[in-house]
């Protein structure tokens, strides 16, 4: 079975809008940390926004500059990626992950629970 699901990927022009949903599993439903991250092909995977499901901590990629909010459902089955301010540079596969550490980071190598991906378009 898989260890999260995503959902929500999709096209959009700039400026425009998309919500990431990231839903765990039997594996991952009590993971600490669950984080989205995107890939280019042909480059390296960056880290996007993390939440520490505990104490609702977020960071973010320098990238992002206030235009994503990373947030839980209150069912803590769900974590989402709400982006805003979309650009075409933010064109790329998006990863949710999910690690059992104490804290949060956006280095993918901290993870070793990963959804399939979902793909995000943005056209200018």
């Known amino acids: 079975g898989q260890d999260l699901l995503e959902s929500g990927g999709g096209s959009v022009q700039a400026g425009g809008s998309l919500t990431l949903s990231c839903t765990t599993t039997r594996r991952t439903y009590n993971g600490a940390c669950i984080a989205w991250f995107r890939q280019v092909q042909g480059q390296e995977r960056e880290g996007v926004a993390a939440?520490?499901?505990?104490?609702?901590?977020?960071i973010y990629g320098d990238f992002v500059k206030d235009r994503f909010t990373i947030s839980q459902d209150y069912n803590r089955n769900t974590v989402n990626l709400q982006m805003i301010s979309l650009e075409p540079a933010d064109t790329a596969i998006y990863y949710c992950a999910a690690n059992f550490a104490a804290e949060c980071s956006l280095r993918p190598t901290d993870f070793e629970h990963w959804g399939q991906g979902t793909q995000v378009t943005v056209s200018a």
């Open positions: 939440l520490y499901r505990f104490s609702r901590t977020a």
